[in-house]
């Protein structure tokens, strides 16, 4: 072996002092040849490594997405209930520790033909409270799920027989109420707004605070903003109306834009409705033949139903685009001004764009608008 060959050279045979030192230097090498195999073969043990606990990742919010919930309301004998009150509750879906849930209502009223219709409801348990004149209050309980559209079976109301009992009733202002609260959802393609569109056969008329409401709410909706602003730069980039160029012209016709849009929403929607006692709502027809539905959108275009349910000539509408285009010659440039023709040229032109304008009502716009109600009764 090459350790025994080191140890018994020639070099090592006789007792010479060289020879002892040759001895002395060689044997530490010699002994650390010997043992390094045992090195190799039995390696240093390494301590042991534990890793470190790995902390939980926080839990991500789940997203919730609302969801509707569809019903139809009857008595006894299937009679549907009209003006029923439906008044929906849940319990909030992430209540902390030290706070109890808090309780949220939605509510709304049934139909004619006692259907009703609840949006934007939040996944979930809910409750809902059937409170009808005449009958026992009746309370239906359930789960919705994410994004589910939720059609509950036929709610029978049972006539009450108490001698003593409380009624909860919605005044015609309450009903109105809840009716353009409903309105106000409706967007064409869930975006452009769509608030004067009735799908209710039989409206409750407005209350003149609630003309202001609607005309007040359309006036500042961001969308409409934004439509105008679009309508000025168009102008803009067609050098429409003698305003030159640059901010300074930008600022001036969308200023008139937005002016002919305030004008012809508060006189034509709020003021002379108000002072003719008028709707100024188009209402959804939905029944009848293409022909029949078609007549009755273009007459809507120069006749209104009356606070009063009766049809009548739309005065309001008539008039109000006459002062909003006499209006404008107060700020249009002195060369873009429009003389009496003009002003009147104008009106039968905002009256031909009216007929358009309920024709795609009729036909196209309620399959591009969500927030209706599922099923809409003809109007008269």
């Given at each position: 072996m090459r350790r025994a060959g080191i140890l018994h050279s020639s070099t090592l045979a006789g007792p010479h002092p060289n020879h002892a030192a040759a001895i002395c230097r060689l044997l530490p090498v010699a002994l650390v040849l010997y043992l390094l195999p045992f090195a190799a073969s039995s390696p240093a043990q390494q301590p042991e490594h534990t890793p470190a606990p790995t902390a939980p990742l926080p839990a991500m919010p789940i997203p919730q997405t609302q969801g509707s919930i569809t019903g139809i309301v009857t008595d006894a004998d299937d009679a549907s209930i009209s003006n029923a009150r439906i008044i929906l509750t849940?319990?909030?879906?992430?209540?902390?520790?030290?706070?109890?849930?808090?309780?949220?209502?939605?509510?709304?009223?049934?139909?004619?033909?006692?259907?009703?219709?609840?949006?934007?409801?939040?996944?979930?348990?809910?409750?809902?409270?059937i409170v009808a004149t005449g009958f026992a209050t009746r309370q239906v309980t359930g789960q919705l799920q994410p994004s589910q559209a939720l059609t509950l079976d036929t709610i029978v109301l049972v006539a009450s027989s108490a001698t003593t009992e409380i009624q909860v009733t919605a005044t015609q202002t309450d009903i109105a109420q809840a009716q353009i609260g409903e309105e106000e959802k409706q967007r064409v393609l869930g975006v452009i707004p769509n608030f004067y569109v009735s799908y209710v056969s039989d409206p409750v008329p407005l209350t003149p605070a609630q003309k202001f409401q609607l005309a007040g709410h359309t006036l500042i909706d961001p969308v409409n903003l934004i439509l105008n602003g679009v309508a000025a730069g168009v102008q803009q980039a067609t050098d429409t109306?003698?305003?030159?160029e640059g901010v300074e012209g930008y600022s001036k016709r969308y200023a008139a834009a937005y002016g002919n849009f305030l004008t012809g929403t508060l006189l034509g929607d709020a003021v002379l409705p108000i002072l003719f006692k008028q709707d100024p709502r188009y209402f959804y027809k939905g029944a009848g033949t293409i022909r029949h539905r078609a007549l009755y959108a273009i007459a809507n275009a120069v006749i209104c139903k009356g606070d009063n349910h009766h049809w009548q000539v739309n005065y309001s509408a008539i008039l109000g685009g006459l002062a909003s285009g006499a209006l404008s010659n107060l700020y249009y440039p002195a060369p873009n001004r429009s003389g009496v023709g003009l002003t009147f040229e104008a009106a039968g032109f905002g009256t031909a764009i009216s007929a358009a304008s309920n024709l795609l009502q009729e036909f196209l716009i309620p399959k591009l608008t969500p927030h209706i109600p599922p099923k809409a009764p003809p109007n008269p």
């Amino acid at each position: 072996m090459r350790r025994a060959g080191i140890l018994h050279s020639s070099t090592l045979a006789g007792p010479h002092p060289n020879h002892a030192a040759a001895i002395c230097r060689l044997l530490p090498v010699a002994l650390v040849l010997y043992l390094l195999p045992f090195a190799a073969s039995s390696p240093a043990q390494q301590p042991e490594h534990t890793p470190a606990p790995t902390a939980p990742l926080p839990a991500m919010p789940i997203p919730q997405t609302q969801g509707s919930i569809t019903g139809i309301v009857t008595d006894a004998d299937d009679a549907s209930i009209s003006n029923a009150r439906i008044i929906l509750t849940d319990t909030a879906s992430s209540p902390t520790e030290n706070s109890p849930p808090q309780q949220k209502a939605l509510t709304a009223l049934t139909a004619n033909d006692g259907s009703f219709i609840l949006t934007s409801i939040p996944p979930g348990p809910f409750t809902l409270t059937i409170v009808a004149t005449g009958f026992a209050t009746r309370q239906v309980t359930g789960q919705l799920q994410p994004s589910q559209a939720l059609t509950l079976d036929t709610i029978v109301l049972v006539a009450s027989s108490a001698t003593t009992e409380i009624q909860v009733t919605a005044t015609q202002t309450d009903i109105a109420q809840a009716q353009i609260g409903e309105e106000e959802k409706q967007r064409v393609l869930g975006v452009i707004p769509n608030f004067y569109v009735s799908y209710v056969s039989d409206p409750v008329p407005l209350t003149p605070a609630q003309k202001f409401q609607l005309a007040g709410h359309t006036l500042i909706d961001p969308v409409n903003l934004i439509l105008n602003g679009v309508a000025a730069g168009v102008q803009q980039a067609t050098d429409t109306y003698a305003w030159g160029e640059g901010v300074e012209g930008y600022s001036k016709r969308y200023a008139a834009a937005y002016g002919n849009f305030l004008t012809g929403t508060l006189l034509g929607d709020a003021v002379l409705p108000i002072l003719f006692k008028q709707d100024p709502r188009y209402f959804y027809k939905g029944a009848g033949t293409i022909r029949h539905r078609a007549l009755y959108a273009i007459a809507n275009a120069v006749i209104c139903k009356g606070d009063n349910h009766h049809w009548q000539v739309n005065y309001s509408a008539i008039l109000g685009g006459l002062a909003s285009g006499a209006l404008s010659n107060l700020y249009y440039p002195a060369p873009n001004r429009s003389g009496v023709g003009l002003t009147f040229e104008a009106a039968g032109f905002g009256t031909a764009i009216s007929a358009a304008s309920n024709l795609l009502q009729e036909f196209l716009i309620p399959k591009l608008t969500p927030h209706i109600p599922p099923k809409a009764p003809p109007n008269p």
